[in-house]
DNA sequence: TCGTCATATATCGATTCGATATAGGCATAT
DNA sequence: ATATGCCTATATCGAATCGATATATGACGA
């Protein structure tokens, strides 16, 4: 998924190790570590998806290749039917736009359906929890409620983005 | 942090493996692989934290020893003030009836701090990211926007928690 | 000129992940 | 009865990721 999200970004404009691990961090759900982020453009560089330049100071800069390109893309258009991590699914969305608007409502699609059954699944679980909770488990019932406000949440916001998504198209 | 939220399912009844990994998963914020559930409870055991005895079938039914409670109360106490990730905070939190009360609320406001911190920044980078997105970046603005309206909720829930428990003490 | 602080790359050991193997128990259809 | 398929349950593997830390550079002010 890292490699997925550096392309992503590279393929933008080139940018810096540092840099990268920044603009991952601002789109606010991934605070990537340095001992993830080196690694992974190592792992690149090797699979000949990146290339560095020296910039000023210390600085690497690194440039998505060809080849690269091709690996983003892939995994751009892989099926939104096979099993994605939470994570997976938020870098795919980052880069929706690179996909064409009938397959970004696909993906959005089948993120929301996964999400109804979590929603289904947490809303039976808290029921029973509660009715069997001691007041000793005060937090752990608001944890299970802020959850399924969540994913509410999150539903609700799919909803939005797919109808921006409909109504330009 | 594993190991924290292993012990403190276990302190309130012996549980297998399993059952482990559906109660944590159960919370809400971590659906925790086999992968990271068996090898912790072997460092546990290890440690003399807990121990296994036979139960039904191919189940062990793990129980917290003293030694164990000991370790949970530590992990249970250490300064609100150190650095803590967010899984931490929830892990934490799920546990926060065995604090008394006035620790609860030091631990719950500063994690409030936090999040306020989080918000604030998020909020300068996303005006900076409107003025200069292109149309493409659509869905990347998109996510920003979220992960801060999901910052807010956060902040607003946490406010709830900390008057219910000013109101009970 | 000297600290000091933000930037930037890098590496270490330990944790966690995701996939998979294996096998027992239980319900149901043949 | 018995075969089949499906949850339950423990376990392990290699790889990705984490969190902490080391180190070096450049910028800026005392």
Redesign the interface.
């Known amino acids: 998924m890292l490699d997925f999200a550096i392309l992503g970004l590279l393929m933008e404009r080139p940018r810096h190790g540092y840099e990268l691990r920044r603009a991952l961090g ?4 991934w605070k990537v570590s340095f001992g993830s982020l080196y690694p992974a453009l190592r792992r690149l560089e090797k699979r000949g998806a990146i290339e560095a330049s020296k910039a000023s100071g210390r600085r690497k800069a690194y440039e998505i290749t060809e080849a690269g390109r091709g690996v983003f893309d892939s995994l751009l258009q892989a099926d939104p039917e096979a099993t994605e991590t939470d994570r997976g699914f ?1 870098v795919r ?6 996909l064409p608007s009938e397959r970004r409502i696909q993906v959005m699609d089948h993120r929301r359906r996964e999400l109804s059954v979590q929603l289904k699944t ?1 809303r039976d ?1 808290l029921i029973e ?1 509660r009715s069997a909770a001691k ?6 019932i ?3 409620e ?5 994913t509410e ?2 539903i609700a ?1 799919l909803d939005g ?1 797919v109808a921006a998504e409909r109504s330009v198209a």
């Open positions: 601002e789109l606010g759900f938020q969305l980052a880069f929706l736009g690179h947490a679980i929890a007041n000793e488990d005060r937090y752990r608001a944890l299970m802020h959850s399924m406000q969540s949440a999150d916001w983005l």
